[in-house]
């Protein structure tokens, strides 16, 4: 069976931090990893990572991918109280028939 | 930025009646999902569609849910008998391409569905 688990749960920080976001996943037939941020409603889109070792960047948000440990993180540094959201990671496995299979999220919370 | 569009917001039903779940999906995306949230839980994946066809679809999508693509704009999700632990949130989501190598899954804001 697929399995993603992502650490911490829950974290609180202040305006200002930098933190790191864990998921450490095993699915068969891997293709690729997305990381959304889930506020009141839909998840958004963040990042997609199909290969280790790279990091991909926007803004203050940047993540990486280990596909040998099975592993990526999500940082987020000088952080905002807009960034207080559930995080999403994601793996996606399958060919045609792809699909995500969610982890439970990482609640972020950051206080002014 | 184009996005997916789900309506209604919030549907109530009562237990035993149909429902209709409505999508509609970015317009040059040719791959379609249907994912639910039970209030406090993952995120589940229901169905893919692609082509007219159903891709996959989980455990959870058993006889009593139907996905249609009824023109070129909208994907349906139908439940035809609900039951009270399907109240959740339903969020359809697309993707321009199936594979998973480069083209992300985008999510509407979702239905949140409650079954009295």
């Known amino acids: 069976e697929d399995k993603v688990v992502q650490s911490p749960l829950s974290l609180v920080v202040h305006e200002g931090d930098t933190v790191t976001l864990n998921c450490s996943y095993e699915?068969?037939?891997?293709?690729?990893l997305l990381w959304y941020k889930q506020e009141k409603k839909a998840p958004t889109f963040l990042f997609m990572l199909t290969s280790s070792g790279i990091e991909k960047k926007s803004g203050r948000l940047s993540s990486i991918l280990d596909k040998k440990e099975l592993f990526s993180i999500l940082n987020i540094t000088a952080t905002q109280t807009g960034d207080s959201a559930v995080y999403l990671c994601?793996?996606?496995?399958?060919?045609?028939?792809?699909?995500?299979?969610f982890g439970k999220g990482t609640l972020l919370t950051v206080n002014p | 930025e184009p996005e997916v569009t789900q309506t209604p917001s919030h549907q109530v039903t009562q237990m035993g009646q149909e429902v209709i779940l409505r999508c509609v999906p970015i317009s040059n995306h040719l791959y379609f999902y249907w994912y639910r949230q039970i209030l406090g839980q993952k995120v589940e994946f229901l169905v893919s569609f692609y082509n007219n066809e159903i891709s996959e679809k989980s455990e959870i999508f058993d006889d009593q849910f139907s996905v249609e693509r009824p023109d070129g704009s909208n994907f349906t999700l139908k439940i035809r008998s609900t039951k009270l632990e399907d109240s959740a949130m339903y969020f359809c989501?697309?993707?321009?391409?199936?594979?998973?190598?480069?083209?992300?899954?985008?999510f509407g804001n979702g239905t949140r569905l409650t079954v009295t």
């Open positions: 994601a793996p996606g496995s399958g060919g045609s028939n792809y699909k995500l299979t």
């Open positions: 989501a697309s993707s321009e391409v199936g594979r998973g190598d480069n083209s992300p899954l985008h």
């Open positions: 699915v068969t037939n891997f293709r690729s």
